[in-house]
Each structure stands twice: as structure tokens, then as C-alpha cells.
């Protein structure tokens, strides 16, 4: 098991000192007045614990036996693409269909680490495999008082990729079921040291930063220095869920000894919804995405584009 920046884990009762860090709290610590008080008021990320211990490892072979002809999209990035400044991009990335046994030879083959492939927030709601995750959503959601809003997206990647940094519209939680990822995480606060992209005329959305964490540029990002300052890091492991809240910054890179790694998250209703309010467009987006939602509900559909996404 990889190393991790997170304190100790704590009961409902303990509290720590060191504010920058966070918190790993066992899954049957936790309670709603406890989280929300603590983690969703206070804007604070959260590990928990304790979650997933019955949950299967989604291993390339468990995912060939549940969903292996179903097909989704793949983000093809390219061999130098996340190399390159992102303002000198043209797109976001090429996006490939295929099916989870196709892409699963492509990860075999190292080609998908070659190319930088990455099968990135499909809908699985939908499939066999949503409902491995059923009962600990449920217990999730009771013990943390949360309402979904978007269901679960699968992330399956290459280790040694990375999602570029951005923050999200919603409430988000990270269930890690194979491998492990490095979270980079920055507060809300750090929005105008981020430099996002415009809304109009970009290759990426504008809740996509522009600069890279792990190689900073401070000459063409002089801001970017105070951000650094409240980064925090953190790599969560197979059983670990991840909550980050609405508008916090965030990066995840697949890690560790095996070839890729795997994650669902699911996006949760966000209150009070004062909480919204910081972020003009981030309300604009909440609000579109719930109407999307409840047209789908009407239709019995599900909305394409989950939220924003990482």
C-alpha cells in the first residue's frame, strides 16, 4: 500500500491541530452532524475507510466477465499531448469507441500507456457491475447524509496517467477499487492563482486549469507560486473513498506497482446551497445539470455528460 498525506484515523469525537492535511475517518466513525458540520460546511476533503471491504477487486478479468462488450468512449490523449503547454492545445483530446475487452488488450499491450489512452467518466449506472458498489453507496450516503445526484462514472487508466486539474460543480466521492492514485487537491480559494481557461474559443472547459502541478511554469504563471503554497497530496488505495467538495481543485494520477488502475465516483447534491454561490458558473452548471437530470428521470435516460469530471 502506497503512502499517504492524511492524519491518523480518528473517531467522532477526536480532532486534529494540523488543518492542511485530511482526515482519514473509518466508515462506522462517521455521522451526518459529524460530517456535515466538520467536512461539507467547513469545505474540507475527506478519506474514509472501511467502505469497500466488500467489494470486489475490479481487475481487468472482473471487468471482462461483467461489462466486457459493452462500449464507451476513450479519451486518446497522445504520446506528447499532456507534455505540452495546455494553452498551445487545439482540443482537449480524440475520443475513441471501444469496448471494455478491446480497451482491456490496449492496457495489456502497454499501448494505451504508449498512446495515453484512458477510459474516463462512462456512465455504468446502468450496467451489472453499478450494483457491486450498491450497499456501500448506501451506507455512504446514509452515514454521510448525502443525496445523489449524478450515478457512477468508471475511470480505467493506464498508471502513469493524468488527468489534468480542474474542479467539479458538485459534492464528488472517489471509490478506489483497483490500483491506487495520487489526489492533488487546492482549495476553492485559489481559483484566480489556478488560471483557467476562458469560456469561449478554448480547447478545454473553463473549469480546466491551465497550469501542471508537477511542472510549474512561475514566469508564464506568476500566481501560480501562492497556490502551491496550499497544495495538498494525497494517494488513496484500493477500499479508500475519496470526498472532495464542491469547487475544490483537483488531479488524480493512476500510481503504483500494477500496469493501471480503476475508480468509480459518483457526484452528490450539494447543501446547503448557499455553498454554490461562490462560483457563478459553477451555480449556472449545478442548476443545468439537475434540470438535465430531471428530464432524464422523465425519459428513464441518463444524462451523457455527468457534471464536469476529472
Known amino acids: 500500500m502506497l503512502n499517504q498525506t492524511a492524519l491518523p484515523e480518528t473517531s467522532e469525537n477526536e480532532s486534529s491541530d ?23 460546511l467547513a469545505s474540507r476533503p475527506l478519506l474514509i475507510s472501511g467502505a469497500l471491504q466488500q467489494t470486489d477487486d475490479w481487475t481487468l478479468d472482473y471487468l471482462r466477465e461483467k461489462i466486457g462488450s459493452e462500449k464507451f468512449q476513450v479519451r486518446c490523449y497522445g504520446k506528447d499531448h499532456l507534455k505540452r503547454p495546455k494553452y498551445e492545445w ?4 480524440e475520443m475513441r469507441e471501444m469496448s471494455i475487452n478491446s480497451y482491456a488488450q490496449h492496457l495489456e499491450s502497454r499501448e494505451a500507456h ?7 467518466q462512462v456512465p455504468i449506472g446502468n450496467t451489472s457491475i453499478a450494483n457491486d458498489v450498491r450497499s456501500a453507496l448506501g451506507n455512504l450516503s446514509e452515514r454521510c447524509d448525502l443525496q445523489k445526484a449524478i450515478d457512477l462514472c468508471l475511470w480505467l487508466g493506464p498508471t502513469g496517467h493524468t488527468e489534468p486539474l480542474h474542479w467539479d460543480s458538485g459534492d464528488t466521492t472517489v471509490l478506489m477499487l483497483h490500483g491506487a492514485k495520487r489526489a492533488v487537491l487546492l482549495p476553492p480559494e485559489q481559483r484566480k492563482n489556478l488560471y483557467s481557461f476562458s469560456l469561449f474559443r478554448s480547447p478545454a472547459a473553463p473549469w480546466f486549469s491551465k497550469v501542471y502541478v508537477d511542472n510549474p511554469d512561475y514566469e508564464t504563471f506568476p500566481k501560480l507560486r501562492e497556490a502551491m503554497r496550499h497544495k495538498i497530496e494525497i494517494v488513496i488505495n ?17 500510481v503504483g506497482d500494477d500496469f493501471y488502475s480503476c475508480s468509480v465516483n459518483r457526484f452528490w447534491k450539494v447543501k446547503p446551497l448557499s455553498l454554490l454561490t461562490k462560483n457563478k458558473l459553477g451555480l449556472s452548471l449545478y442548476i443545468s445539470q439537475l434540470m438535465l437530470l430531471s428530464m432524464a428521470k422523465l425519459f428513464q435516460g441518463t444524462p451523457k455528460k455527468p457534471m464536469t469530471g476529472y
Open 238 to 254: 484500493r477500499g479508500d473513498i475519496l470526498y472532495i467538495p464542491v469547487y475544490w481543485w483537483h488531479e488524480f494520477s493512476s
Open 18 to 40: 494540523i488543518s492542511n492535511l485530511v482526515d482519514r475517518v473509518h466508515i462506522d466513525n462517521i455521522t451526518p452532524d459529524m460530517f456535515h458540520t466538520k467536512y461539507r
Open 114 to 120: 504508449k498512446e495515453d489512452m484512458y477510459l474516463a
Open 90 to 93: 487545439s482540443k482537449y483530446c
